[in-house]
């Protein structure tokens, strides 16, 4: 299970723009992104079960999640 940050992991609902250095940190979240998609493929590969929510997430619709994939 990953909780990801919204500014970090960019978040669809809550990504904002650096107003300083925005290159870097742009490139930055996209390398994140795209390390969050290996990593997905690479333990899904490995036959794991992988649940990723933010951290906007309500944690009780966040544990109902896990719990549904842990039956």
Not at 10 to 27: D, F
Not at 45 to 71: G, K, Q, S
Request: charged share 25%.
């Amino acid at each position: 299970m990953f909780i990801d940050g919204c500014y970090w992991h960019g978040c669809p609902q809550h990504a904002t723009t650096a107003r300083t250095n925005s290159e870097y940190w742009s490139a930055k979240i996209q390398r994140n992104r795209e390390r969050d998609a290996d990593t997905n493929a690479r333990l899904i590969e490995a036959d794991w079960t992988v649940v990723r929510v933010w951290e906007h997430d309500h944690p009780v619709l966040a544990a109902e999640e896990i719990a549904n994939v842990v039956r």
